[in-house]
Nanobody, 113 residues
């Protein structure tokens, strides 16, 4: 599976962006899939993911209530709706399934304060 994230950009604090991740190759539904981010000078961190069983979702405390992860298995797509963005959300965002060794190319989100 190859992953390609898109939808990043420049937004003012309080604004919204919707990231998308397109997958090609094997059955997308076989993979758990989540979003991760890496801010300048910081380590990569977890943002949101689907639970290993069922359709439950898990979020980092820093984005809970503001971000929503979704997927469309029929279209091999993963999404991240980001609302009420803060300057601390500035980072490169990656879609991935780390246990499967899958990482997509990131998309840059810049939030101005």
């Amino acid at each position: 599976v190859q992953l390609q994230a898109s939808g990043g950009g420049y937004v003012q604090a309080g604004g919204s962006l919707r990231l998308a991740c397109a997958a090609s190759g094997e059955a997308f539904s076989n993979y758990i899939m989540g979003w991760f981010r890496q801010a300048p000078g910081k380590e990569r961190e977890f943002v949101a993911t689907f639970a290993r069983t069922g359709q439950n979702t898990i979020y980092a405390d820093s984005v809970k209530g503001r971000f929503t992860i979704a997927r469309d298995n029929a279209k091999n797509m993963l999404f991240l709706q980001m609302n009420n963005l803060k300057s601390d959300d500035t980072a490169i965002y990656f879609c991935a399934d780390p246990p499967a060794g899958l990482w997509g190319q990131g998309t840059l989100v810049t939030v101005s304060s």
